[in-house]
């Protein structure tokens, strides 16, 4: 026998809806708290939850609170009759990132809780797709730079300081200008560093996995692959034979490692790594000994002498610290 339908008040009483007590403003305030406790500061916090409020499922950027004209914090919100249910935020500089929920998870019934991970699933598909865009738009631009970029003066005053020849880097103006590649040769970002050694990586640009080719031959037998540009010059100076790979920091060794080994699979793979002797941990070693074993690779860091300073921990360090013994 057919069942009656339930009156329309008792659909409503048993379909738990996210926990919307306080109403609206309630809502906002824990949204705008949530926001610093996980590392997200915008520009203008008020401009920020109006954006999420008029966008229902819609992916909004904005600046942040150290860089307000960036576009690199962003956010999506799902509604449910006009009140937020779920924010998820983020800033592609820091990759901080924010997941918040009206009401507590752990008392939701299993219809929420798939409806709560669909919504997440979705918006993290469309943050997804929103940073492969930014990333092929800052593509474009690091390309175009790097072409109207002059080969660099071996008289740079970094170049000088470092004692190393410009090899493959660029110039322009007072700046040498480093393009970031990928193991296709696609140019994804750049890094620019001014005489004085200060050093920018492109805003918004795709640095992870991806590395500057200081010098090299294009079919290597060696792969050299350190953190930065100038101890990457001087290991190709020691090592002309050889391909030499900056992977810009020790954060970003092992994935350009393991990059290298899947490109060049027979060529003898060495992860060249800073020695941060008075670094807690020594990151910069403990980095690239991971690198090398996630890589199959070797290991190596430079060999002080007992009178090199403590303070000293590259391999270009090393090499001004002897030129300057002879």
């Known amino acids: 026998m057919k069942k009656a339908p339930a009156p329309e008040g008792a659909r409503h009483q048993t379909r738990r809806q996210y926990s919307t007590a306080g109403g609206y403003s309630a809502l906002q305030e824990s949204i705008r708290a949530a926001l610093p406790e996980n590392g997200i500061e915008p520009a203008n916090v008020d401009e920020f939850l109006s954006l999420l409020a008029d966008s229902d499922s819609q992916f909004v950027r904005t600046g942040t609170a150290s860089k307000p004209r960036s576009k690199n914090l962003w956010g999506i919100a799902y509604h449910d009759r006009g009140l937020p249910v779920v924010v998820i935020a983020g800033d592609w500089a820091t990759g901080a990132e924010m997941k918040w929920v009206a009401g507590n998870v752990d008392t939701m019934t299993p219809a929420e809780r798939r409806a709560l991970k669909c919504r997440m699933a979705e918006a993290k598909q469309v943050r997804e797709e929103e940073q492969a865009r930014q990333w092929e738009v800052r593509a474009a631009a690091a390309v175009r730079r790097w072409q109207s970029a002059q080969p660099a003066d071996p008289q740079h005053l970094y170049l000088q300081s470092r004692g190393t020849d410009p090899h493959r880097a660029r110039q322009q103006g007072s700046e040498l200008v480093l393009l970031l590649v990928d193991f296709n040769g696609k140019g994804w970002s750049l890094q620019t560093i001014d005489e004085a050694g200060n050093k920018r990586l492109m805003a918004g640009g795709k640095k992870a996995g991806n590395f500057i080719v200081v010098d090299g031959p294009d079919y290597p037998a060696r792969v050299l692959i350190c953190e930065g540009f100038s101890t990457g010059c001087t290991l190709a100076e020691i090592d002309p034979a050889a391909l ?64 090199a300073p403590l303070n000293l921990s590259d391999f270009n360090d090393l090499h001004q610290w002897q030129r300057g013994q002879q």
């Open 244 to 307: 030499v790979l900056a992977a810009v920091d020790c954060g970003n060794l092992q994935t350009v490692a393991t990059g290298a080994r899947n490109r060049w699979p027979d060529a003898d793979l060495i992860v060249c790594g800073d020695d941060d002797r008075q670094t807690p941990g020594n990151p910069g070693a403990a980095a690239a000994r991971a690198a090398a074993l996630a890589a199959g690779a070797r290991f190596a860091l430079p060999d002080w002498p007992p009178a």
